[in-house]
């Protein structure tokens, strides 16, 4: 069966400096072949400065500064990983509400590896099922959410992976969420 294509859907990607390249870099390409539109939003421009696991990687240019981004122009967001790039996003309070207008809105999100940890403090965790990169368990599980220890998770429209690894199973789950739309919000 051939993928979904989602032309005319609208992806923001939130991410600042320290993401992880691929799990950057990758769902872009695979949402922009699908035929998605992708703008890269982060706190500051004109760039941000990507990691290779613990070694600098490179820098990727930022489409839209956060303050004049509109949760509602976009029909997904993607959160990737890296250690430093979540928890410099959690310390920004528009990066937080931005991510809680797509929780709220039940809009499809992707999360990998320690991008979920975003989710918690917007709010998107409590009774859902999903899994991180393991150092993220604990924090999950007291968020109130279900971890679990698979390649790709997916709990209406929140599709989460562990770690680079799982980056094929997370771009496909995450089109075929996009594809689907917005899911109705779990009770």
Avoid at 36 to 65: C, F, M, N, Y
Avoid at 77 to 99: C, H, Q, S, T, W
């Amino acid at each position: 069966m051939a993928s979904p294509r989602i032309e005319g859907a609208k992806v923001a990607v939130l991410a600042t400096h320290g993401f992880e390249q691929s799990e950057l870099e990758q769902p872009v390409a695979a949402l922009t072949a699908a035929g998605a539109t992708v703008h890269v939003i982060a706190p500051k421009g004109p760039e941000i400065q990507g990691w290779e696991h613990h070694d600098k990687g490179r820098s990727t240019a930022v489409d839209l500064e956060l303050a004049k981004a509109k949760a509602g122009d976009y029909d997904a967001l993607v959160l990737p990983g890296g250690v430093i790039n979540p928890d410099a996003l959690r310390l920004e309070k528009k990066a937080i509400a931005f991510i809680g207008e797509f929780v709220k809105a039940g809009k499809p999100i992707g999360a990998i590896c320690h991008g979920p940890w975003t989710l918690i403090d917007a709010g998107g965790v409590e009774g859902k099922t999903m899994t991180s990169w393991p150092s993220l368990e604990t924090d999950l599980k007291n968020a109130g959410a279900k971890w679990v220890d698979k390649e790709v998770v997916v709990d209406h429209g929140l599709v989460t992976s562990r770690k680079p690894d799982d980056i094929p199973a997370f771009c496909k789950k995450l089109i075929e969420e996009i594809a689907e739309g917005r899911q109705a919000a779990a009770a």
